[in-house]
């Protein structure tokens, strides 16, 4: 085996085949001539991936390998680890896109040569992007003296077990591009490594770079102090200059050359560096159009006792326990007069009274512009509603405004189930985030455009004008100053009366009263009592064998199309969820999901609940989600509603459950069936089918007389309706 080969795990070794490990376990015990172990641990052994591949070859199993997969095994299995490897071939992609003939030059060499000679091209290639290695005091952005670089010049000896790596990562960026291709393999090292990483999703990033792309100067000059894989920089849409600071010297490097392959030379500047922004900011001197943050959250050692007296708390000494205050006056001290930043902020931020004397003093001055809360489920933490500050840098030419816009997305108006779906799941799989951002914009926009213009101007309608009831309120700053100074949008902005006032109530009340009529029609007929049938009993695990149905299971696949959840099936409710957009990282290839299809019987797993949904034409299409198993019967032989309706006997359900650590497990198979003639499934299908109707007009009825119940109280408590 050549020295410092690339290993390969049994997961890698099941992906490249396109098989599960459970067949790669068994190849290790049958052949005798499967590669050894050359690394890892007993339990978890890695392999050397040119033995692995010529093994696979030898065999038959591996006709070709595809690119991709073969260059995320090579930098996955990298001697010196994976994000040492992502940093030589995010600095190889960037040659290759910058200067592509002097790459075809490096490669025309062997492998000693190359590494020898990629370290000298390399060396120029990353001074001219990112600047020197150290900087004396004002370069890219005023940095202190001795800053370094994010991204520092590999040597040789560093580059040599690189190298085949970087030959087909550039083969790769032939196909794709040089920046899709260090997009893929950033994506990959993230999904395998989620709990080392705190990311901002895609959605979220691009929201804040609107809000502070809006107006009549967007922002050229961006900085990120806390800038993470660089997702908010990333967003914004024509930046000249991106300046960017993390204390992890892995991911400050994998930042700027994503962002450096994300621009080009001539169009923006990038400059990232590594430190401790609060202890030692990179770039002391810079002022910038924007400021865009995720900063890490309730911090206590932060540099509370080291930074007592510095500059940048113009606004108050933040509390230990009030990191997050001090990252917002780092941001409005990197602000020129008139800038604006945008950060992302936990909700406990705007109502702690540690920090009531800072936030007291940011409205004062006009600093603080608006306060959005975001739905559980935008961020990490998923299961909180995060908030985002809207803040403005105050000067001699900036008008101080004396409101502050508040907007609440934090409370979708669905239904219970589904409200239920969004907490159980932290929200990720459900959020509507074209409506969350047209919410926010609709508010911030002409909020904006009425502070830049001024009194006079058509976007100056008052503050009832842009008020929306329940969304957005403009508040007067006055309301705010109290001993609490509480900048929580729900405790400023309650819910729409309602849903639209005394009219709204009227035709609510009508919907209830014509669901009660068909409630009472659908009414089940009292039936003659006789005793207990004793049909011949069949089982679901025994008509899966026979052929008379199938069974599958919901969870996997990737790609566009809604997703049918075990709330929407719990609820009634139509497919609410969304499978994701690319493949987790897996043991095996990413399967297809499993699509419903009319007359599917679809039961959840957990719960123990008496629950089957007969799949209709509208439902159809959607892909089975979690906890979710699908009986998909053969018409010839099973009628779907006599099949719904006898799994949903209590009895049924009883013999056929389980019991795990925490919840009620149910084993579909171990259901029983009578076994009946398919006319006389139809006669019980018929029957069942109807007490399905009875059921839904009945959910639908309660709904409708919650709301109006939960109506007349707002409208009676806030005066839009009046006694009789």
């Not at 040599?160 to 970087?166: F, T």
């Not at 001699?396 to 907490?423: C, H, K, M, Q």
């Not at 969304?471 to 902005?493: C, F, N, Y």
């Not at 076994?675 to 709904?703: H, K, N, S, V």
């Amino acid at each position: 085996m050549p020295e410092n080969s690339t290993e390969v795990t049994a997961a890698g070794i099941a992906r490249l085949a396109g098989v599960g490990r459970a067949a790669v376990s068994n190849w290790r015990r049958r052949h005798a001539d499967f590669p050894k172990p050359v690394g890892g641990t007993e339990t978890s052994p890695s392999f050397a991936l040119p033995e692995v591949e010529q093994w696979l070859r030898d065999q038959g199993k591996l006709a070709e390998i595809p690119l991709r997969e073969r260059v995320w095994q090579q930098l996955a299995g990298h001697p010196a680890g994976a994000v040492p490897a992502l940093v030589h071939a995010g600095c190889a992609l960037l040659l290759v896109r910058d200067r592509p003939t002097a790459w075809l030059e490096i490669t025309a060499v062997s492998d000693e040569r190359m590494a020898k000679v990629l370290h000298l091209a390399l060396s120029d290639l990353l001074t001219a992007r990112f600047g020197p290695v150290t900087e004396s005091g004002d370069g890219n952005g005023g940095g202190p003296s001795g800053c370094v670089r994010a991204v520092h010049t590999p040597t040789a000896d560093e580059l040599l077990p690189s190298v085949p790596l970087l030959r087909a990562a550039a083969e790769l960026a032939a196909g794709i591009g040089a920046r899709q291709a260090f997009e893929f393999l950033l994506g990959r090292q993230l999904d395998a490594n989620p709990r080392q990483f705190t990311l901002t999703p895609p959605d979220l990033a691009e929201l804040m770079a609107a809000l502070v792309e809006t107006g009549s100067r967007p922002a050229r000059t961006v900085l990120d102090p806390a800038t993470g894989t660089g997702a908010l920089l990333r967003a914004l849409s024509r930046p000249t200059a991106l300046y960017g600071q993390d204390a992890d010297p892995d991911l400050a490097a994998l930042t700027a050359l994503r962002l450096a392959l994300n621009s080009t030379v001539e169009s923006c500047t990038v400059a990232v560096r590594t430190g401790d922004t609060l202890r030692a900011d990179a770039f002391p001197q810079l002022a910038v159009d924007a400021v865009l943050c995720h900063p890490p959250f309730n911090e206590r050692n932060w540099g509370h006792d080291e930074l007592a007296y510095d500059p940048r708390w113009e606004y108050g000494f933040p509390a230990r326990t009030e990191s997050e205050l001090a990252w917002v006056q780092h941001a409005l001290a990197h602000l020129r007069e008139g800038g604006t930043a945008v950060l992302l902020m936990p909700p406990a931020a705007a109502s702690r009274r540690s920090g009531r004397r800072i936030r007291a003093d940011l409205l004062r001055r006009g600093a603080l512009r608006a306060v959005v809360a975001l739905p559980a489920g935008a961020a990490p933490p998923y299961g909180i509603p995060l908030h985002l500050w809207v803040l403005r840098k105050p000067g001699t030419g900036v008008r101080p405004s004396p409101e502050l816009l508040l907007v609440d997305t934090a409370e979708p108006a669905e239904p219970a189930a589904a409200t239920a779906a969004a907490t159980a799941s932290g929200g990720r799989d459900r959020l509507d985030w074209q409506a969350v951002r047209s919410a926010v914009l609709d508010a911030w926009e002409p909020f904006d455009r009425a502070e830049r213009t001024g009194p006079g101007s058509d976007a100056s309608l008052g503050r009832t004008g842009r008020d929306r009831p329940g969304v957005s309120r403009v508040v007067p700053v006055i309301e705010l100053l109290d001993d609490d100074v509480d900048l929580a949008p729900a405790r400023h902005l309650p819910p729409p009366t309602a849903g639209g006032g005394s009219a709204e109530l009227t035709r609510v009340r009508e919907r209830l009263t014509e669901k009660l009529r068909l409630t009472a029609t659908l009414t089940p007929p009292l039936a003659d009592l006789s005793d207990p049938a004793h049909w011949p009993l069949t089982t679901v695990g025994e008509l899966a064998r026979a052929g008379a149905l199938q069974l599958r299971t919901g969870g996997s696949g990737t790609g566009p199309g809604s997703v049918l959840t075990e709330y929407d099936v719990l609820g009634s409710t139509a497919p609410s969820g969304t499978l994701p957009a690319t493949p987790a990282s897996t043991d095996g290839p990413p399967e297809e999901p499993v699509l419903v299809e009319p007359g599917d019987v679809v039961v959840p797993v957990l719960g123990g609940g008496t629950v089957a949904r007969v799949i209709d034409e509208a439902t159809a299409g959607a892909a089975l989600g979690r906890n979710l198993q699908l009986l998909r019967p053969d018409p010839a032989a099973l009628d779907p509603w006599f099949l719904a309706g006898f799994l949903r006997g209590t009895a049924n359900n009883r013999q056929a459950s389980s019991y795990a650590s925490t919840a009620t497990r149910l084993d579909a198979r171990r259901l029983q069936l009578p076994r009946l003639p398919l006319a006389e499934q139809q006669r019980y299908g018929a029957q069942f089918r109807a007490l399905a109707a009875f059921e839904d007009a009945l959910r639908l009825t309660g709904r409708l007389g919650g709301q109006l119940v939960q109506g007349m109280y707002d409208g009676l408590t806030d005066g839009t309706v009046t006694p009789k």
